[in-house]
């Protein structure tokens, strides 16, 4: 909130300056004010300002703004919070979508990534199970599987996760590493 009082002042004192204003779009955004950053935003096309900035705000902004109702929609804002590292407020938005669509691909993946980011364990390999059973597990997602099988205690079901990445990805040197060092 400081920040935002911050940027406010800048803005105040140099408004032809492009990086003030997106810098107080940004913190508006970061703290859910959509529609006041939604305001300046309009206010800021309206006297020609534009680019890939700007429009990267703008569906920020909407993202902000929208109320999902369906799983792209949350998926949409599950990536907007987790480029501005709001690990929490991603999880919730993915597992929202999943409510609704719980065989989304990539909703799955991001979601287990997160989760496990947040040492959330056991719903990290819901999402990554999932990503496997839908055929698409990569070496990656099967390494994934193996490290929280291997740090819940399910040291055969690791290795079978393990097992599994080395076939889909056999040139990988983590795998066999990670794979070692459980046998």
Request: net charge positive; glycine share 8%.
């Amino acid at each position: 909130e400081e920040a935002c009082k911050l940027f406010k002042k800048a803005v105040e004192a140099s408004p032809s300056t492009p990086k003030f204003w997106l810098s107080y779009l940004d913190i508006l955004i970061r703290l859910e004010r959509g529609s006041e950053a939604q305001t300046i935003l309009s206010g800021l096309i309206k006297k020609g300002a534009k680019g890939k900035r700007l429009e990267e705000l703008q569906q920020r902004i909407s993202a902000l703004e929208t109320k999902p109702q369906s799983s792209m929609a949350h998926f949409r804002r599950g990536s907007s919070l987790h480029q501005e590292g709001r690990l929490e407020a991603a999880a919730e938005s993915y597992q929202a979508g999943l409510r609704l669509e719980p065989e989304h691909l990539a909703a799955n993946y991001n979601a287990g990534v997160i989760l496990l980011e947040l040492g959330r364990l056991a719903e990290a390999e819901e999402c990554f199970s999932r990503t496997v059973a839908s055929g698409a597990g990569n070496f990656e997602v099967l390494l994934n599987l193996g490290s929280i099988r291997k740090s819940l205690g399910r040291l055969e079901d690791a290795e079978a996760s393990l097992r599994q990445a080395v076939r889909a990805g056999p040139r990988s040197a983590e795998i066999r590493l990670n794979l070692g060092v459980l046998l």
